[in-house]
């Protein structure tokens, strides 16, 4: 029986898009093509793993100076690209917790800007807690980070349902023991733990 949810928090708490800090800076093909790159992903990746974020930085001066001005341009500006809360995102906590449930959060994000998203959806505060990727040096998909979440909040997999909009992090979750749910929007959310019993008919 599920009695327990873990958020995930980009693009299901907050609106993130890399791309809004460079448009209006950098010329449009220059923005598809950075965010578009191999090369964006990887160090996104690294800073949601616990790479200082002034480490990235030097790292692309050393190595792909090429990229440098969009990525100064990303970091001076990234509060830009975390627009507000996914609609809808925290009415589905809220009634979570009105049902009683105990409700999570576990983001891939660096720890040094973490409160950009606390900031844009203030439901992240009335989570029991968050696991945040850069503050433990662990990423999804890593299966690690999963067995962290459920120990550090005393959960078990079984009776716990992770939410997340990338399906790779789901396929992992699933792995490691737990139900999934595969976010594309609110209204499917509500609908889909209703049909799981964590939330009361409407």
């Known amino acids: 029986m599920l009695s327990a949810v873990i958020f995930d928090v980009a693009n299901v708490l907050v609106d993130w898009e890399p791309s809004r800090p460079l448009r209006g800076v950098l010329p449009d093909a220059d923005v598809d093509a950075f965010v578009g790159s191999r090369a964006f992903w990887d160090l996104n990746a690294e800073a949601d793993a616990g790479l200082p974020l002034a480490e990235v930085r030097a790292r692309v001066a050393a190595d792909l100076p090429a990229l440098l001005p969009a990525v100064d341009t990303y ?22 917790l009105d049902a009683g449930v105990p409700v999570y959060g576990l ?96």
């Open 75 to 96: 970091l001076a500006r990234f509060p830009l690209s975390v627009a507000g809360p996914i609609p809808g995102s925290a009415e589905v906590v809220d009634a979570l």
């Open 107 to 202: 983001s891939n994000w660096s720890s040094e800007n973490f409160h950009v998203a606390r900031a844009a959806n203030p439901a992240i505060d009335r989570l029991a807690g968050v696991v945040v990727s850069g503050d433990v040096g662990l990423a999804k998909p890593d299966e690690a980070i999963f067995r962290l979440t459920l120990d550090r909040f005393g959960l078990d997999a079984a009776s716990t349902v992770m939410i997340d909009d990338t399906p790779l992090n789901l396929d992992a979750a699933a792995r490691v023991g737990l139900a999934t749910l595969h976010f594309t929007g609110a209204d499917r959310l509500r609908t889909d733990l209703l049909s799981l019993g964590l939330l009361p008919p409407q």
